[in-house]
């Protein structure tokens, strides 16, 4: 490889690109294997296709594979490498791009190809390169880079860049942590360098946008999200110190409130349907009843439904209508105006992206304490083993895990998601009076 101050200066004449002082740090190093942990918009994505493209230009004939674990992300890097190469009078002429089915980017004898590592690495097996970057590394599964990156790269002996926000404590951690250690160790891999840039070290970040964004996320979102930390329980949606924080501040009288809204998160296949109650209190939500069931009918299933939003006042609802909620949704309607109660009912289809708003919601009213749960042994098992999992395809799924329920977390963030969005907020929230809430 030539000399990495060599690509800095080609990518400034080519490009006018200006590396930012972390970024040519990173740039400068030209380890074997190279890590870093990076929050986001540190620039990895810019600093990534700028170096994937200078080598392509200064080491004729190479091959260099970028990696991640979806389509759409490793356009990414590919997409920013073909605008570079295209964008310049002086590598525009011997540019070739073919798009599909995978994007393959040819410069005079020199070959970048994108491909994904879900399907456990299908699509990479049978390639050989001198060079593999991984974006969002820690998102890929382990025996992908153990049983089909690693062996491309050992023929030739190549080289192999992991850039990522961190992930659980998974092979991106272990390799972090092996480019840390002192070279005077006696197990230190000369080979291997790894670096931590944290959002704030981007000069052309506001420090308003990152303090946005800390206001907006959990503590724990946002340590690993913008100070690009690894967290042992960061598989875990909610901390157990928030959960209990939550439980102690369950009022010791039974709990009143005039309005409430609910969720319901219907029953499917062995699952149980669930229906969680809360009281609104200005920026405050307070539990006030939950039911959870299951081997119902239908028909017995909504009589027990509409029951339980009568007791607890609720005058907004909102279910999952993922599936069988989407009938069920139109027959609890249908309930409501029989029974003559005054009240919204509204429904939201559960998709990867809409559950993650939902769970982010609550696990932010968690983190900043404003929220209030009963200790019902059901609903804090479930938000103790609720968590972010890796898919196939290199997705973040938020489920329990295995053998676990999470019934009562969904009715709950439905809960919560409907008092953000009706503005519900009232002064009557107090202690003492009748109790409005359910059997836990």
Known sequence: MLDAKKRLLLAEWLWGWKPHETQRIWMLNDSPVKVAACGRRWGKTESAAVDVASTAITCPGSIQMIVSPTYDQSRLISDTVERLLLGSSLTRSVTKVVRTPYPKISVGR????????????????GHSA?????????????RVIQEVIAPMLADIGGRLVMISTPFGKNH???????????????N???????????????????GDYIEAQRAELTPRQFAVEYEAQFLDDQSSV??????????????????????????????????????????????????TGIDRFNG???????????????????????????SVGDPLLEQLRAAVVEEGLEMRVEGLVFTNQSKRELIDELALRFARRK???PRNEELLRELQYFEYQLTDSGRVKLQAVAGCNDDLVAALALACWQAKQTGVATSCLTSGGRSTAASW
């Open 110 to 125: 020199s070959v970048i190809m994108a491909r994904t590592a879900d399907e456990d690495g299908r699509n990479l097996r």
């Open 130 to 142: 001198h060079r593999v970057i991984v974006d969002e590394a820690a998102y890929v599964r382990d």
């Open 172 to 186: 991106f951690y272990r390799a972090f942590v092996r480019g840390q250690m002192p070279e005077n160790e006696p």
């Open 188 to 206: 230190h891999a000369q080979r291997i360098r790894s670096f931590r840039f944290p959002s704030w070290l981007n000069p052309h970040i506001r």
């Open 238 to 287: 909610f901390a157990w110190d928030d959960i209990e924080a939550a439980a102690s501040a369950y009022p010791d009288a039974p709990v009143c409130c005039e309005f409430s809204v609910a969720g319901i998160d219907w029953a499917r296949y062995g699952d149980y349907t669930a229906l969680v109650a809360v009281g609104v209190e200005d920026s405050m939500l307070v539990v």
């Open 296 to 322: 119902m009918g239908w028909h017995r299933q909504i009589d027990r439904a509409v029951d339980f939003l009568r007791r607890h006042k609720v005058s907004a609802v909102l279910t999952d209508q993922t």
């Open 371 to 373: 929220i209030a749960i």
